[in-house]
């Protein structure tokens, strides 16, 4: 009698629970890709008021509409190809897609990735070709004593290649990103693998710290400022640099290290790359926020000496970024100087598809002969 009422029970539950699953509203796909490039994006909020669509390769938010199960949707036609930033705007609240697990790598996410292949390929977009590995390392920093973790990318062949070294490039985010945001948003692991299976790059090793070590900083505040490029450089050589030599198979002298980044990331590297030409020979800035004043004053008093040490100072900015003004009083400075350097004024403002193509024309220009 009490083995038969448990089992009734056991059924109660199993049944109960059958109902329950088969009373959840069925899986959203979004976003859909079509073919023509058609993107749909949808969003279950049944209790909202307003849902918009707020798309990166858009210049205004598209508003999107209601169904009766409390979906809301928006087909977008003819998408441009590319890798953007969106998210949706529900009842002035930006929500990430729930049914997109893609998402932009930042200190507090807030963005969802969408990707349309070019045709033919860009050099973001996956090909068939050898590719790299990326790596992800937890140390303990004696800069800032306590945990942290950086990426690192090797290059195809690396493992095969037991007596060959490597040169190194240390690329950094901006502000608001963090380690991964090169390699899951910026592609930059494909964008190698392309160019070197082409012929246009050499293979390299490349490293990618978390460029906030004292958290977030207030560019209002230099002091602030100060304090967390000067934590930066410390863990960077303290720390970093040191990991990547005991681990893995790399050259060390400057005419075989470089460093790049994008705004926050393009400051730190013109601050401590051109602050530091022996240990760094090759140096971008992608729509990079100001060198500190010292270390700018410190590097224009010696041309001489940056045209002898430096094999590459690139920087480009687009012609809408809120950086332009910055980056041309600084290459006016360069010209008045006569320190050599390459400057690339282009279509774009601050975002990430113009420094996707920035890496793509800088990172064959690395580790050449010629100066």
């Known amino acids: 009698m009490k083995t038969s009422l448990l089992l009734a029970l056991a059924f109660c539950f199993i049944g109960a629970s059958a109902r329950a699953q088969n009373a959840r509203p069925p899986r959203i796909v ?18 909202a008021a307003e849902v918009v669509l707020q798309g990166q390769w858009a210049k205004q938010p598209v508003p999107m509409t209601r169904d009766a199960d409390g ?33 932009k790598p ?28 990326v790596h992800v390392h937890d140390y303990q920093s004696k800069a ?26 240390v690329l950094q985010h901006g502000s608001g990103d963090n380690q991964q945001t090169w390699v899951q948003h910026g592609k930059a692991n494909w964008i190698l693998d ?35 490029m000067e934590a930066f ?16 198979r790399v050259e060390t002298d400057a ?30 800035a992608f729509s990079a926020a100001p060198l500190s004043p010292e270390s700018a004053q410190k590097f224009l008093a010696d041309p001489a000496a940056a045209n002898a040490k430096l094999r590459l100072l690139w920087i480009g900015v687009g012609k809408d970024d809120f950086l332009r003004q910055r980056n041309e009083d600084f290459v006016a400075a360069l010209k008045e100087k006569g320190i050599h350097h390459e400057w690339v004024l282009s279509e774009g403002g601050h975002s990430w598809p113009v420094w996707r ?14 100066k």
Request: hydrophobic residues 40%.
């Open 30 to 47: 979004s976003p859909e890709i079509e073919a023509g490039q058609k993107v749909t994006f949808r969003l279950r909020a049944p209790k």
């Open 71 to 103: 979906v809301w949707s928006i087909a977008v036609e003819n998408t441009p190809a590319g890798i953007w930033e969106y998210s949706f705007t529900v009842d002035g609240l930006n929500v990430l897609d729930p049914g997109n697990p893609a998402l």
């Open 106 to 133: 930042q200190r507090e996410p807030g963005k969802s990735i969408l990707h349309i292949p070019s045709t033919p390929p860009a050099p973001w977009d996956w090909q068939d070709v050898p590719h790299g590995t």
């Open 144 to 169: 800032l004593g306590r945990q942290r973790e950086l990426w690192v990318y090797t290059p195809p062949g690396y493992e095969s290649e037991a007596s060959k070294k490597f040169p190194v490039l």
């Open 194 to 228: 392309n160019l070197i299976a082409q012929g246009k790059a050499r293979p390299m090793v490349m490293v990618m710290l978390d460029g906030h070590p004292l958290g977030a900083t207030g560019f209002n505040d230099p002091a602030k400022r100060g304090a967390a």
């Open 233 to 248: 450089q410390s863990e960077l050589f303290d720390d970093a640099l040191p990991l990547i030599k005991s681990l893995y």
């Open 255 to 284: 005419a075989h290290r470089a460093i790049a980044g994008l705004s926050m990331g393009g400051g730190q590297s013109l601050t401590v790359g051109l602050g530091n030409p022996d240990r760094f020979a090759w140096v971008g």
């Open 357 to 370: 193509q920035y890496l793509s024309d800088f990172a064959p220009l690395l580790f050449t002969d010629a």
